[in-house]
């Protein structure tokens, strides 16, 4: 079974790492106290802790617990944030800095020590096989979430969807036309908007519109090129069909450029079946419908 290669590979690396050591890596801190200083060092200025919680699915209560437990080592300092007193920003003291430093040293080493006993062809097959195996679990587990499409987290989203057409379209894409006719759309409230987010930052959206009584319309839905080829696209497009069905929808469509040919694909692979053109969109090329099931 595909769990029983999950589970034994799991046992086997974290024995490896030293994952399972009171002092990971020989530096007095147990694996999370330590990956937690990593993360907080990842940018000179610190971060926050809601950052925090939301790069490492952390809940609160336990965060805090592990902040108090690494302030009690004078390895961060927790204050309040002076662009906003709501929010704690952590960063590492100069102990930390010292700490940080350490792991990344030893970290490396442990990886060099891994794959020493390996030829030059082993290590590339390694090297591929890890680095699919990263995208694909965190394509699985990457978090769907429906927010407000006037969110910050919506803008952030479809900002970076509308610079990749901008940029992929032959003749361009007019991104402050279409950020107006967003802001002043007068339905805009009933789009349903879904991110996906993945260590606190968007990497794939989408949003349902209802076109007629029992048709909606998925629209500006987008994959970070960097996630492209691990199935999230086909999984975000089934939820949003799943958000159709559930705002009465019976039958869902979406219109599509002809040069985003793996979009293409992926819509035919998905069932939908091409169409006459629906709407006045000057950018679409091809145009797509697909019935839907009555939600569970």
């Not at 790069?55 to 309040?80: I, M, N, T, W």
């Not at 900002?159 to 802001?183: N, T």
């Not at 799943?242 to 293409?264: C, I, K, Q, Y």
Request: hydrophobic content about 40%.
């Amino acid at each position: 079974m595909d769990t029983d290669v999950v589970r034994r590979f799991n046992r086997t690396y974290t024995q490896r790492i030293g994952a399972l050591d009171d002092s990971f890596l020989g530096l007095g801190l147990p694996l999370g106290l330590a990956r937690l200083v990593f993360e907080i060092g990842v940018s000179p200025r610190g971060t926050t802790a809601r950052d925090l919680r939301a790069r490492l699915g952390l809940d609160s209560g336990h965060l805090a617990r592990q902040l108090r437990s690494l302030e009690e080592r004078r390895l961060v300092e927790v204050s309040p944030d002076p662009t906003d007193r709501r929010r704690r920003l952590v960063t590492l003291t100069r102990r930390g800095q010292a700490l940080r430093r350490r792991l990344d040293d030893r970290s490396e080493e442990l990886a060099s020590r891994l794959v020493a006993p390996l030829t030059a062809r082993q290590r590339a097959r390694l090297t591929e096989a890890l680095g699919t195996a990263d995208l694909l679990v965190r394509a699985a587990t990457v978090d769907l979430v429906e927010v407000d499409p006037r969110s910050a987290t919506a803008r952030a989203a479809v900002g970076q969807y509308l610079a990749e057409i901008d940029a992929r379209f032959p003749g361009g894409f007019d991104v402050a036309a279409a950020q107006a006719a967003d802001r002043d759309d007068p339905d805009r409230h009933e789009v349903r908007f879904v991110v996906a987010t993945s260590d606190g930052h968007p990497v794939a959206c989408g949003g349902v519109r209802t076109l007629e009584a029992d048709v909606g319309e998925i629209k500006r839905m987008w994959v970070h090129a960097d996630w492209r080829g691990a199935g999230l696209g086909a999984r975000l497009l089934r939820h949003l069909e799943g958000v159709s069905a559930e705002m009465g929808h019976r039958v869902v469509r979406l219109d599509t450029n002809g040069t985003l040919v793996e979009a293409v694909a992926m819509y035919e692979r998905s069932g939908y079946r091409r169409i006459e053109r629906y709407n006045d969109n000057p950018y679409a090329e091809a145009f797509f419908e697909k019935p839907l099931s009555a939600p569970r």
